[in-house]
């Protein structure tokens, strides 16, 4: 089956767009990769996305202009890639999160992904699989992270325990226990949840201190030539979120620019140089990873893979491999799976399991209460 997989993250930097053949059944599936590309968006629809994601108020007409324009745009992007390889019999839609809130008390979690699927079909003309979190939430979990279950499947390792960590604007981790299909066709127990920041941060603080002019640290130019504060990741890594066990997620609503402002107030009063400031933030998104590490996972593992945006930030690469002198950490790439391509790939397997009825979520990653089928489908 040929399944086009689409999201955009919390960077809020374009729509990953994976072509995929995918064949075979629950975990014994194989998974080809034929396509991969990142459709940039427009300014204006950018500036409109995270004025949503900040906070800002918006009427209902205007919340349904926007999830109809990212509709569009997810669509667009899909028919790019279906005009150059050809058709694809289905399409698995994340969207666009503008907001995510974890579980609080006895409220269950509540996220909103734009660009709604039956919009997609339609001017697709192909079955779409969207709103995926929807059911997990339900089932009484965080709806998030999804990709682990993906992970497993495709980046497992008979010898080798692998953490899996995502670096979008938010990162999240996996951890892959060795599992020998040969011997165990049954898939180990996992765990996975977001660490904290990804590139959130080290962007909003560019964007800021560049006076817009540009929007993210590129191959961490600035962290480069910038000393970090030890004394203020210290302070940070107190946060209440990064010492709170698993499962758990979060989102810009946490990790943005409320923070960012918080942090940017405490640097000034260090005294810090705007180069000293991405170099500090840049540790500490490090520092988050390599704690949360430490705290919650059961051994550490034998290889660190990872994937989206930060793989690309070659100092936010070294400070996590000092933290961990003794295990390799590399792109997912050496592995198989390409970093820029991974989630979204992950979303056409997850939709490729939707049309398959088999169950998507994974209670002991999300903490719902049982596992259920992700994403409604739209035919066209
Ligand atoms: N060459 C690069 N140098 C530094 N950072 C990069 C580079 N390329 C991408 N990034 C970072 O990756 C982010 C996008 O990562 P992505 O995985 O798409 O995140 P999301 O899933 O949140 O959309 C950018 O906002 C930027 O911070
Ligand atoms: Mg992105």
Known sequence: MRVIGLISGTSVDGIDVALTEIEGEGYDLRVDLLDGCTVPYPDDLRQRILAVCAGQPITLAALADLDEAIAHQFAQAAQRVIDQSGPVDLVASHGQTVFHRPIQGDQLAYSVQLGRGASMARRLGVPTVSNFRRADIEAGGEGAPLVPIVDLCL?????????VQNIGGIG??????TWDRSQTPQPPAILGWDTGPGNSLIDIA???????????DADGAWAAQGTPCQDLIHDWLQNPYLHQPPPKSTGRELF????FQRCYADAQRQGLSPTDIVATLTQFTAATIAQSYRSFLPALP??????????????????LQAEFPEIPVTPTDKAGVPAG?????????????RWQEFPGNLPAVTGAGTTTLLGECHRP
């Open 302 to 319: 034998d290889a660190i893979l990872v994937g989206g945006g930060g793989c690309r930030n070659p100092m936010l690469m070294a400070y």
């Open 341 to 353: 391509d991974k989630e979204a790939l992950a979303f056409a397997v997850l939709g490729y399991w």
């Open 256 to 259: 943005g620019w409320d923070y």
């Open 172 to 177: 999240n981790v996996t951890y892959l226990p």
């Open 155 to 163: 980046l497992s390792h008979p010898q080798q325990r692998r953490c």
């Open 206 to 216: 560019i964007t800021t201190l560049s006076e817009g002019t540009l929007t993210y």
